[in-house]
Every structure is written in structure tokens, then in C-alpha cells.
């Protein structure tokens, strides 16, 4: 009987390790540049559910930006090691205006265009990465926290020289051939 109540009692930490923020899931990461969205609820210092990893043989810019409401401030890290931090911006409440109120977007495009949202970019080296992301600054509200974190994440392989090579002499190209059909 002791054994079984004590067997039930690792199984429970081991359960409710896996519910924990800092515990992430691996999910594969596209490498196509599409933007990845998270909305969750949580408490400014929590880490967003799930692990993103891929493996490149080429390198990879990865882009990182706030979005709905701006605010949130973002740390990155690659296998534990933290390699990017998103700038503080002003919050929603310096700028004017309630949360939803411009600048507000659903868009990440938009957000990542836009200068009030925090966003960063880094390229990390070929290989293998595992991506965790923490928000550490979440809006302000006047009882408290926003209690809602939310981020736009996107990756996407870096042309290799020996393609922007091909690429710039195939532009020289054309624009040469174009001059010479003028004359």
C-alpha cells in the first residue's frame, strides 16, 4: 500500500511538472517565414507554452514582435541560453487612449511595421535551435496585470551567398540587356 501511494505521488509531480510555464513541449518551427501567433494567458515572467525547434543546414533569421496590444516585452532563448531581448516601449496607457485603441492590430505585418510595438530579429547559425520565449513586460491595467500575453514569431532561411550571386547577376543581366534595347 505504501508503495503504490508513493508511486501515485511521483506520478502527480510528474504530471503537474508538465503544466508548469517553464516546461515546454517541442513543436517543429516552419522555416518559410510564416508568422507563428500566441495569445495566452499568464503572468508577466511566464514563459509561452511550447518549445520551437528546427534544424538548418543554411542559417536562419528568426523575427520576433508584439502585437493587439502593445506592450509586452519578449526574451528569447535557444537551448536555455538567452540570445535576444526585445526593446521596453511605451505602454498603451503613455500613448493615449485605452488597449484596443490604435495602435492596436491583429496583424503582425502591421505590428512589425508599426514603431510602438517591441520586436526584434536575430540569425542564428546553422544547425540545431530549440526556442523558448518569455514575456517579461505585460500591459498594465488600473487593478493589475493585462493577464494575456501575446507574441508573433516567424523564421525563415537566409539566402546562402552563392544564391544572392545568382541572383545580383541575373538583375545585372537584365538591367544590362535593357540598356541595350534602348539604344
Known amino acids: 500500500?505504501?508503495?503504490?501511494?508513493?508511486?501515485?505521488?511521483?506520478?502527480?509531480?510528474?504530471?503537474?511538472?508538465?503544466?508548469?510555464?517553464?516546461?515546454a513541449r517541442a513543436v517543429p518551427m516552419p522555416l518559410d517565414g510564416t508568422w507563428i501567433t500566441l495569445d495566452e494567458f499568464m503572468d508577466e515572467g511566464d514563459f509561452f507554452s511550447g518549445a520551437w525547434e528546427w534544424s538548418s543546414p543554411v542559417a536562419v533569421v528568426f523575427d520576433i514582435t508584439d502585437y493587439l496590444v502593445v506592450t509586452d516585452v519578449f526574451e528569447v532563448y535557444d537551448g536555455g541560453v538567452l540570445v535576444l531581448t526585445t526593446p521596453v516601449l511605451p505602454n498603451w496607457d503613455v500613448l493615449g487612449g485605452g488597449p484596443f485603441d490604435s495602435p492596436y492590430t491583429s496583424d503582425p505585418d502591421v505590428a512589425w511595421a508599426?514603431?510602438?510595438?517591441?520586436?526584434?530579429?536575430?540569425?542564428?547559425?546553422p544547425g540545431n535551435h530549440s526556442i523558448t520565449i518569455r514575456d517579461i513586460g505585460i500591459p498594465p491595467l488600473d487593478d493589475g496585470d493585462f493577464g494575456d500575453g501575446t507574441v508573433a514569431f516567424r523564421a525563415s532561411p537566409v539566402p546562402e551567398p552563392t544564391g544572392l550571386l545568382l541572383l545580383g547577376s541575373a538583375l545585372t543581366g537584365l538591367v544590362l540587356r535593357r540598356r541595350q534595347t534602348r539604344r
Request: hydrophobic share 55%; glycine share 8%.
Open 114 to 125: 508599426t514603431p510602438e510595438f517591441s520586436k526584434g530579429s536575430i540569425i542564428f547559425a
Open 1 to 23: 500500500m505504501r508503495s503504490l501511494a508513493a508511486s501515485l505521488r511521483v506520478l502527480g509531480l510528474a504530471l503537474s511538472m508538465l503544466a508548469l510555464p517553464g516546461v
